[in-house]
């Protein structure tokens, strides 16, 4: 039987990753995954939760066992956490097992959308908009670097975002 593809989200927190990915697994027939519920269940805890008790440092040993399990599927979407490009063995894991497409937003969408979030420990300051702004700075390029596929999520509803994606395929 043929090989089964698998479609890798990645992008910023509060790009739509978790909604598109599961229109987007509805869509194509297959089956959704998000890295960040997959911590949580694992831990039977929140990601506030994780990152209070084991530190950043621990959530993304945890991050990074998580995707090279999930990876090792076949026919799924994976939502990635926002930050999980960072790290060189997951980047690789994505490249080498599926289509990893890119979920483009504004700081304007993310401070909008992430707002009163509890999986976002590294929001819960008095200016997230600066820390988004700094995130970008350094995590977009990595983004840009392992894309397959770039998709705008600022305008658009998730419907038609998962849409655009399965043209670019
Ligand atoms: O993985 C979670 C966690 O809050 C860290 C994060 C990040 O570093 O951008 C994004 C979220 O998806």
Known sequence: MAEKRNIFLVGPMGAGKSTIGRHLAQMLHLEFHDSDQEIESRTGADIAWVFDVEGEEGFRIRETQVVADLTEKQGIVLATGGGS???????????????????????????????????????????????????????????????????????????????????QL
Do not use: H
């Open 85 to 167: 490009i960072q790290s060189k063995e997951i980047r690789n894991n994505l490249s080498a097992r599926g289509i990893v497409v890119y979920l483009e937003t504004t700081i304007d969408k993310q401070v909008a959308r992430t707002q009163r979030d509890k999986r976002r420990p590294l929001l819960q300051v008095e200016d997230p908009r600066e820390v988004l702004e700094n995130l970008a700075a350094t995590r977009n390029p990595l983004y840009e670097e392992i894309a397959d596929v770039i998709v705008k999520t600022d305008e658009q509803s998730a419907k038609v975002v998962a849409n655009q994606i399965i043209e």
